[in-house]
């Protein structure tokens, strides 16, 4: 990408010089008409140079977009890699070694969890490609949202630690009117953000109250929490911070992407707030009669 704006930057300088040159050559020839060819010179220069900012704009997104498909990539590879090498070690130890019932069920166990990961990065980039290509209509039914909090952190309790982690507060028979599929999404990603970003062992707390029409989710963690700055940006798609040759957690960067898309489609808000003493809160509101 370097070459081609190096190219682009050198011919902007080459036509503004050769307009000056010619407008000189002109003002020698006719030194009467300063006042037509400073005017004319003057406006085609202007529109060259919005011209050429809209265009260093246009180039500088492509290369934004570029380096983010390529961390992308980066990171799916490294996704799919290692639940597919532990899926492997597991089974082939399965099939070397003479184990015990108890240490089949426990590699079996493991193995599960790890298809589960790939069902749930197979999933994500499913519905991001359905939303960026509008094809997802959202279908909407009436459900247990309460079941489905409990059910997602349950399964994610599993992924985190041998210890209870995962904390919920949820209120029972809490209905919804929406896409289960899409929301599922929403509280799975929610949730394994704020296990991935938090210390080992550390507590999540997942919370699901109901006073009249709205439902609100909260989910917070005690990890190393969002600058200011990344606030903004953090549902963007492809964004995360840093590099992934450098970063130490998972992820591909698709997660808060679709939460937020899909809350737009449920007339849902999202808010992200500082927990205290460190950390983050995601505050999801849902008003019940507009689902």
Request: aromatic fraction near 8%; include cysteine.
């Amino acid at each position: 990408m370097r070459r081609p704006l190096i190219i682009f930057y050198g011919l902007i300088v080459y036509t503004v010089i050769q307009v000056i040159w010619w407008g000189r050559l002109l003002l020698a020839a006719k030194p009467d008409s300063l006042g037509m060819i400073i005017g004319e010179s003057s406006v085609f220069i202007f529109i060259f140079l919005v011209g050429a900012f809209y265009m260093h704009k246009a180039i500088k997104g492509e290369r934004k977009l570029h380096n983010q498909q390529r961390n992308f990539l980066l990171s799916v590879t490294h996704e799919l890699k290692s639940p597919l090498a532990s899926i492997k070690l597991y089974l082939e130890t399965i099939i070397k070694r003479d184990l015990d019932a108890e240490q089949r069920k426990s590699f079996l166990t493991n193995s599960l969890k790890d298809i589960e990961r790939l069902d749930d990065l197979v999933e994500n980039m499913l519905i991001a490609t359905k939303i960026e290509s509008k094809s997802y209509t959202f279908p909407k039914e009436q459900f247990n949202f309460s079941q489905l909090v409990n059910s997602v952190a349950d399964r994610l309790q599993l992924h985190a630690c041998s210890s209870h982690v995962i904390k919920t507060k949820v209120d029972p028979l809490i209905f919804i009117n929406g896409d289960k599929f899409a929301l599922t999404s929403v509280v799975t990603n929610l949730v394994e953000n704020a296990v991935k970003y938090s210390p080992p062992c550390a507590e999540v707390n997942v919370i699901l109250k109901q006073k009249g029409t709205q439902i609100t989710l909260i989910v917070s963690d005690s990890g190393i929490g969002i600058n200011d700055q990344e606030k903004s940006r953090i549902f963007d798609k492809f964004y995360r911070v840093g590099s992934e040759e450098t970063r130490k957690t998972k992820g591909t960067g698709l997660g808060l992407f679709i939460v937020k898309q899909v809350l737009d489609k449920h007339q849902a808000t999202i808010k992200v707030k500082n927990n205290n003493p460190s950390g983050t809160i995601f505050e999801v509101i849902f008003n019940a009669h507009a689902n």
